[in-house]
């Protein structure tokens, strides 16, 4: 007996009854990644409440505690790795400071800059925050093998993170990216 279609089966089998020249050979990888992608994603905004962090509050402080001591960036640093923009970063920073978990501090090497720092508290925020996280992440794949945990991790290192420039189309070729 064959189990029923998990939800990448079922939005290959529409696609392919609807638009079937969508289809290609990486359609099924792309359905697969996108939802694991928003279970994890889920179980990390699942954590967040009890630890009083937005998604953007919480990309600020791991982004800090991960550059490692003294867990200090500059504030384009971090508009930069977090992909916001100035303003937008500018506000989280002002509300992680308002509740004492950030410091800004003038950059000894660049009278222009601004670094932000994590204070005592607000690394040990960090640090519980990820830990949450992580567990939350563990529990999207418990049950699976380790094996198979490990086959699909050697998989994914195969594809780069960033494809080389030529092969990312122009802005005007692109199709805004759209969950289906």
């Known amino acids: 007996m064959t189990s029923p279609p998990d939800r990448a089966e079922q ?9 079937p020249e969508v289809l290609g050979p990486t359609t099924e990888l792309t359905k697969r990644v996108l939802i694991l992608a928003g279970r994890l994603d889920a179980a990390t905004r699942a954590e967040l409440p009890a630890l009083g962090l937005t998604v953007a509050a919480y990309d600020v402080l791991l982004s800090l505690r991960r550059a490692g001591a003294p867990y200090r960036l500059r504030s384009n640093e971090l508009t930069q790795d977090l992909m916001l923009s ?5 506000n989280v920073i002002n509300r ?7 410091h800004r ?8 800059s601004t670094l932000v720092r ?4 607000g690394v040990k925020l960090a640090e519980r925050a990820v830990r949450a996280t992580s567990a939350a992440h563990e529990a ?8 198979v945990i490990e086959a699909a991790t050697r998989a994914l290192r195969a594809i780069p993170a960033t494809p080389p ?14 969950r289906n």
């Open 11 to 19: 939005l290959i089998a529409a696609w392919r009854a609807e638009l």
């Open 86 to 90: 100035t303003g937008g970063t500018s």
């Open 118 to 121: 994590l204070t005592p508290e």
């Open 105 to 112: 501090e003038p950059d000894p090497a660049d009278g222009r």
């Open 140 to 147: 999207v794949f418990a049950g699976l093998p380790s094996e």
């Open 165 to 178: 420039a030529a092969v990312v189309p122009p802005a005007a070729a692109r199709v805004r990216h759209v």
């Open 96 to 102: 992680l400071a308002a509740d004492g978990l950030v």
